[in-house]
């Protein structure tokens, strides 16, 4: 059984450009939520989907977005970067629509300069 | 809007001595709770939840939490830890099982 997976692992971007993170969902699983660590802090919520759809989204601004493909696995693309979104960036899947185990990826990197 | 209070940023404890990760949580609604395991360089682990009945839960890896709806408590408790327990830890809340909200977690440090 594969687990989750999540590409690149570390990136470094400047202001102001745009990034795709990518992750592949556990064998299974149709649902995808992503989370954004900065430095010494929790994992914060920055949307889910489920079956391709949006099924939640957190206190972020727009130019988070993201997709689910037909096999379940997504992308997270952040545009207009920010010094602030230098963080540890997780995808967890899980079964069905609730969130009670996520299954986390090793999670993406991301440098902005 | 919920949120979590890990009021412990660092434990340092001795192996085999047990230890307490304390949790707080504010909530206007009910919430399920969550404590997971983050190991250096890897994702986040689920060490247990509570979602309803008894308010002792136990988990993997020894770990056991109790939920108290009036102090809006939810410790982590280990009896005896091992060196392999060093990690960070992290509480966390949801109302609905569709959003977590964490704490900024303990790092929890087993000296030998």
């Known amino acids: 059984e594969t687990g989750v997976t999540q590409s690149p692992t570390h990136l470094i971007k400047t202001r102001g450009q745009q990034v795709t993170l990518r992750c592949s969902s556990q064998s299974g699983h149709n649902t995808v939520s992503w989370y954004q660590q900065a430095l010494g802090q929790g994992p914060q919520f920055i949307f889910q989907?489920?079956?391709?759809?949006?099924?939640g989204r957190g206190n972020f601004p727009p130019r988070f977005s993201g997709l689910q493909f037909p096999n379940y696995s997504s992308e997270l693309n952040v545009n207009a970067l920010e010094l602030d979104d230098s963080a540890l960036y997780l995808c967890?899947?899980?079964?069905?629509?609730?969130?009670?185990?996520?299954?986390f990826g090793e999670g993406s990197r991301l440098t902005v300069l | 809007a919920q949120s979590v209070t890990q009021l412990d940023s660092q434990v340092p404890v001795f192996e085999e001595a047990p230890v307490e990760l304390r949790c707080n949580y504010s909530?206007?609604?009910?919430?399920?709770l969550f404590w997971y395991v983050q190991y250096p360089n890897q994702g986040l682990q689920l060490l247990l939840k509570y979602l309803s009945g008894s308010t002792l839960v136990k988990g993997i890896n020894g770990f056991e939490a109790e939920f108290n709806k009036s102090q809006t408590s939810f410790h982590l408790r280990k009896p005896s830890v091992h060196i392999s327990d060093t990690a960070e830890y992290f509480c966390a809340v949801s109302p609905n099982q569709r959003q977590l909200t964490f704490g900024s977690g303990t790092q929890l440090t087993v000296l030998p």
């Open positions: 989907y489920y079956r391709e759809e949006e099924n």
């Open positions: 909530s206007s609604v009910s919430v399920y």
């Open positions: 967890a899947s899980s079964s069905g629509q609730g969130a009670g185990e996520l299954f």
